[in-house]
């Protein structure tokens, strides 16, 4: 299997503070995507990341990629009791087609 | 409103009865994937297909087919149900495998 990793398993912070998240994968890619899932609900599309980007912005997330390490962090800025979810980050293997996913990271933000 | 539909939701067999989950997505893409999801595992790749009439393996197919005749279908087919089948599976879709993908609801598989 070539499922990436992602750490911490689960993160509780309080509402405000900033959350950050690492995926490491294993293979080359082509561009790596976090994805937001509400307690068993259909995942949702984040951000992506070309892998000939370093760092990317969308509102209050900043995601960066380090290919040389193979790992990529997701940081929620000014977190909200809205953000708790799992996240999940997602890679491409470069072909195009097998999609891997992560083990995700269970988020709970605390009002 | 752009959506990928999975069916049924929910669901309890038990081994051995023939079940189709049915997936459609009406966003024109070209790319479908079938997912299974367990606790600590996060989701698994089951099977793809870049395009009608071309699928191939993810990482863990055994046990389960697809078929791709038409675009806006990709259905999953379990022949055989098994115990160690029961899992929550998600249907999605995108342009290509390399770009965001919209996700169906989720059914949750039970065999018993």
């Known amino acids: 299997s070539q499922q990436g990793e992602e750490d911490p398993q689960a993160l509780s912070i309080q509402e405000g503070e900033n959350a950050t998240m690492n995926c490491s994968y294993k293979?080359?890619?082509?561009?790596l995507q976090w994805y937001r899932q509400n307690s068993g609900r259909g995942l949702v599309h984040l951000i992506l990341i070309r892998s000939n980007e370093r760092e990317k912005h969308s509102g209050r997330l900043r995601v960066t990629l380090d290919t040389s390490k193979k790992s990529s962090s997701l940081l929620i800025t000014a977190s909200r009791a809205a953000d708790t979810a799992s996240y999940f980050c997602?890679?491409?293997?470069?072909?195009?087609?097998?999609?891997?996913f992560g083990t995700g990271t269970k988020l709970q933000v605390i009002p | 409103e752009a959506q990928v539909t999975q069916n049924p939701r929910y669901l309890i067999t038990v081994t051995g009865k023939k079940l189709t989950v049915t997936c459609s997505q009406n966003?024109?893409?070209?790319?479908m994937s079938w997912y299974r999801q367990d606790p600590g595992l996060g989701l698994r790749q089951i099977y793809y297909?870049?395009?009608?009439?071309?699928?191939d393996k993810g990482d863990v197919p055994e046990g389960y087919k697809v078929s791709r005749k038409e675009k806006r279908n990709f259905p999953l087919i379990l022949e055989s149900p098994s115990p160690n089948q029961t899992s929550l599976y998600f249907c999605?879709?995108?342009?290509?495998?390399?770009?965001?993908?919209?996700f169906g609801d989720g059914t949750r598989l039970s065999i018993l």
């Open positions: 997602a890679t491409d293997g470069g072909g195009y087609q097998k999609v891997t």
């Open positions: 293979t080359s890619i082509n561009n």
């Open positions: 966003m024109n893409h070209e790319y």
């Open positions: 999605a879709s995108s342009l290509r495998g390399d770009q965001p993908q919209h």
């Open positions: 297909s870049m395009n009608v009439e071309v699928t």
